[in-house]
């Protein structure tokens, strides 16, 4: 039989099939197959006496996906598996050979760090078998997981009523909090500040006789204002002519920081855009990925991508205008066999296959594009301009520069934050004594740090070193789903029960969820990765730690006392309370065990709107949804009577056959007589 070759994405497995000769088939595990099983100790599927070995179930649903995939590789002259190029597609490639049973022999791992024709040939030819460090790592790191989330979470649902802790979500959870009571402790500090006016420009007072000057209230103020006048000597002019550098090609936390500030993309959304961009669309002509893989730490372009790149700017901008590809700082734990996010081919630009693209993934492909084209531009060049005025030693400044080489600006330009001041040219003034129009004194306030948004969090999060880029959007995702934030003007606020969820892990917990632990974990898990530690040690030091801190909270963490309706219990006269159960909030009584009443739930009668009268039994026709929430319109006497449409009866009855009219595509028709109108 054919060769088989195995990828997580559907989509992805129709795009590169049409790369590969026919005696290839091309198909899909649609994702991991395979998870820990919820049984044993605590429901973690992980035998904690027992070295934590993990204890894998085939995940509900895929079973049949998995009895189909059994077959293929049987009866296959050999198996490709071609699972995502990082840590969980090695872990995906493992489960796959160990549940369908591939003998070494018989398989081969290959990574396509791009969904294009050339690279998907080179890859296969270019195969190796699994890296079992890596799957270590990853296996490390989901049982790492898998304990704290099943056991902080229960511990959480029953003592505070939250819904989930983990290992990094709590952590990023806390720093929200933090910030929060730093914003609230914070005492405003009043400062003043005093200007000059000028017809072309402004100046800020900055020094006295030489020296930094702060002024503190109105009065002090007022008194430098006495001793000024509106005749300002210019003391120097310094001209300094200043590169300005494009940044590196995207990673998956820069990309989700820019998609956030540029674009208004939640993390989940670019990471959503950019996995069908990565996958393949289809451009007419051909289907192909239209980027790299976007899950990666690393800024490292290929040689060939940048000879191509400097090829294309040459020819489109001039010589001028290339330059050197920015690859910044290499990080230890950053693997250099990836690359950065980046178009597969810079010939393929935005404009070219914007009729193929949806808004938001034209707006995504541009935002990748224009990075990475702009990283390979020579730098921009600013003539910047310092001024110092003097007025009866108060020296005032102002600054501004003129762009004199746009460079990597000729394309970057509407993702740049800062715009030239310019300023007017000084050395031609005949006298170095200018006149302003008016000098004003202002009053501030100093404020306190920002709250977090999206893209600052992410940026926190990777400098502290926890969690890994394509994990942010999914955390942020559970802590707002779960309601221990809000979102205010773009900013995270921290919910009620958020706080209170973090003060009780932090009663308990703080030795294991706070910033500097979380990034040790991380190194911790980097070196298994890498075989420079060992996973089962790592996974005992951290259960030796945890376990007793675990054993205390049950015991000794105060439970919250659920809140109370101000209604009486008719059965035994204590008070009724909100408590929650498996199927949200319900009312009952807070004797319980003792009393076991439960306020039944009033539901309020909807208004049925009868539309016409069933052809069939008479009775009213009503709108209806199906279980996806379509409209449609039924009789109401269903299940007894079965009559349906998807248009909207219009209340008259067809004169030919005595059926409903409705309205179809904006015209009022009998289906009935439609029917056998097309079936003659």
């Known amino acids: 039989m054919k060769n088989i070759v195995i990828v997580e994405s559907p989509a992805k497995s129709k795009t590169i099939e049409k790369y590969l000769a026919g ?142 802790a983990g290992r990094v979500q709590s952590v990023a959870l806390k720093l929200i909090v933090d910030r929060e009571r ?104 051909e289907t192909v990925g239209l980027i790299t893989y976007m899950r990666t730490d690393s800024v490292r372009l290929s040689d060939e991508f940048i000879s191509q790149t400097k090829g294309y700017i040459n020819g489109k901008y001039g010589k001028e205008y290339v330059g050197f590809a920015k690859v910044g700082k290499k990080k230890d734990n950053v693997q250099d066999a990836h690359e950065g996010i980046r178009p597969t081919s810079i010939n393929r630009t935005p404009e070219s296959v914007k009729n193929y693209l949806s808004t938001d993934e034209y707006k995504l492909y541009k935002l990748i594009y224009i990075r990475a084209l702009a990283s390979i531009m020579a730098d921009a ?57 008016e000098i004003n004194k202002y009053q501030h306030f100093t404020k306190p740090a920002s709250r977090y948004t999206e893209s600052s969090l992410i940026k926190e999060l990777e400098s502290l070193g926890i969690g890994r880029p394509s994990t942010y959007a999914t955390i942020i995702s559970t802590i707002k789903d779960h309601d221990y934030v809000k979102v ?4 995270f606020v921290p919910t009620e029960m958020g706080m209170e969820t973090t003060d009780k892990l932090q009663e308990y917990f703080s030795d294991i969820i706070n910033v500097k632990y979380t990034a040790h974990m991380e190194s911790d898990l980097d070196d298994i990765a890498e075989a420079k530690k060992d996973n089962i040690k790592v996974l005992h030091e951290f259960y030796d730690k945890f376990a007793p801190i675990m054993d205390d909270a049950l015991k000794n963490m105060s439970k919250k006392a659920p809140q109370e309706t101000g209604e009486v219990c008719p059965e035994c006269g204590g008070n009724l309370v909100i408590r929650k159960g498996k199927y949200g909030e319900f009312v009952a009584c807070s004797n319980y065990p003792k009393c076991k009443y439960i306020k039944k739930e009033v539901k309020e009668e909807k208004e049925v709107v009868a539309l016409a009268e069933c052809p069939k039994c008479h009775k009213p026709i009503v709108q209806r949804r199906t279980k996806k929430g379509k409209i449609f319109y039924g009789c109401s006497g269903y299940p007894k009577c079965n009559y349906a449409t998807w248009y909207r009866p219009t209340g008259e009855v067809c004169p030919k056959c005595g059926n409903l009219i409705v309205n179809k595509n904006n015209q009022d028709v009998c289906e009935n007589c439609e029917k056998e109108n097309n079936e003659e």
């Open 23 to 164: 005696d290839y088939k091309v198909v899909s595990s649609k994702g991991h197959i395979r998870d820990l099983a919820t049984t044993g100790k605590y429901g973690l599927g992980v035998d904690l006496d027992n070295d934590f070995k993990p204890n894998y179930v085939i995940i509900k649903g895929k079973t049949k996906d998995v009895k189909e995939l059994k077959k293929l590789v049987s009866s296959a002259d050999h198996v490709y598996l071609a699972t995502d190029p990082d840590r969980e597609g090695e872990i995906i490639s493992w489960h796959l050979k160990d549940e369908l049973g591939i003998p070494d022999e018989k398989y081969d791992r290959v990574t396509f760090r791009e969904i294009t024709k050339d690279v998907v040939l080179d890859s296969i030819k270019e195969h190796a078998k699994i890296d079992m460090n890596l799957v270590k790592g990853a296996e490390t790191r989901r049982i790492l997981d898998r304990i704290i989330g099943f056991r902080l979470s229960k511990l959480m649902q029953y003592k505070t009523g939250g819904k989930s």
């Open 182 to 285: 730093e914003i609230l402790a914070f005492v405003p500090k009043e400062y003043w500040t005093i200007e000059a006016d000028f017809k072309d420009f402004t100046a800020e007072l900055f020094k006295y006789q030489d020296k930094d000057i702060e002024i503190n209230n109105e009065a002090e103020a007022d008194a430098i204002l006495e001793k000024l006048s509106k005749s300002f000597k210019i003391k120097s002019i310094e001209e300094k002519e200043k590169k300005k550098a494009s940044r590196e090609v995207f990673k998956t936390s820069t990309l989700q920081q820019m998609a956030s500030t540029r674009l208004n993309f939640a993390a989940s959304k670019t990471m959503k855009i950019a996995q069908k961009l990565y996958e393949g669309v289809d451009l007419g002509t």
């Open 381 to 437: 060049k600013v003539l910047a301009t310092t001024v110092i005025f003097d007025n009866n030693d108060y020296l005032f400044k102002t600054t501004g520069s003129v762009l004199t080489f746009d460079g990597y600006l000729k394309v970057y330009q509407e993702y740049e934050d800062n715009e030239d001041k310019i300023l007017p040219n000084f050395k031609d003034y005949k006298s170095d004594v200018v006149v302003a129009n």
């Open 488 to 491: 205010e003007d773009k900013k």
